[in-house]
């Protein structure tokens, strides 16, 4: 089974300055080795001074998105290449904000998730269903969707440098969140869906995380269900000392 996994997705937010302080905070309360694995989600203008800043430390850099192809005329995007320069090994691909927003699909996600592995990165794929869908009872419908889709073409080796995120929409920035049950029903239903797809060796050593308003008061809760490796905290994950709980669950 995976060590535990504690990432944090500062999204739109934080200048150099600001990472560099928080880095620096955390560094230095975190020092190596550590017995969990702990990264930090920057925006893209931070990463090259905070792969400076953190190399030798415990704190690990993730992308917060990239584009498949290795290089082109894709004005405002950036590569694999470029983000492993900045001394990143994690990127997260198919956040429900892309999905929303930005109208990323299940096919170009998977160009995405194949282009980091090719690269050497470790993708995050995020999935997740809306409020309405939950509602609707496609819980289960829409994640094996994304999953699988997400999925696609990967063979089960790759599945071991692979992390899912499950995020339903509907707990992301909401305050709400899914009770430990409900956030285990659907892990265990990925890891039981990754087994059928890749075997059941590559599906125990799947890092599954979960994401949706964590925060100090509930994160012991939630790694306490055996099919949670992890969490993707956002807006927790902005302030140094929540974050440090988080971490220390």
Not at 101 to 118: H, Q, T
Not at 167 to 181: H, Y
Request: charged residues 25%; hydrophobic residues 40%; proline residues 5%.
């Amino acid at each position: 089974m995976p060590r535990p996994f504690i990432a944090g997705n500062w999204k739109m937010h934080k200048t150099i300055g600001e990472a560099l302080r928080f880095a620096d905070t955390l560094a230095r309360r975190f020092p190596p080795p550590q017995e969990r694995d702990i990264v930090i989600a920057a925006p893209f203008t931070a990463l090259e001074s905070l792969g400076r800043a953190l190399r030798g430390s415990a704190i690990e850099l993730s992308a917060q998105n990239m584009h498949w192809e290795e290089q082109g005329a894709f004005t405002g995007e950036v590569s694999a290449r470029m983000i492993l320069e900045t001394g990143c090994r994690f990127v997260i691909v198919g956040h429900s904000e892309r999905r929303r927003y930005f109208g990323e699909k299940n096919r170009e996600i998977n160009l995405r998730v194949r282009a980091a592995l090719k690269a050497g990165l470790r993708p995050i794929l995020c999935v997740g269903e809306t409020l309405e869908e939950r509602g609707d009872k496609k819980t289960f419908r829409v994640v094996r969707k994304q999953v699988k889709e997400g999925l696609n073409n990967l063979k089960p080796d790759d599945i071991r440098h692979a992390i899912v995120a499950y995020e339903p929409v509907w707990a992301i920035g909401t305050g709400k969140t899914a009770a430990p049950a409900q956030a285990q029903e659907v892990h265990r239903f990925i890891r039981q869906m990754t087994a059928e797809f890749f075997g059941k060796e590559a599906a125990e050593a799947l890092t599954i995380l979960y994401g949706g308003s964590v925060n100090p008061g509930n994160i012991r809760q939630l790694m306490a269900e055996p099919d949670i490796n992890g969490v993707l905290a956002g807006g927790a994950s902005l302030d140094v000392d929540t974050f440090s709980k988080i971490i220390r669950f």
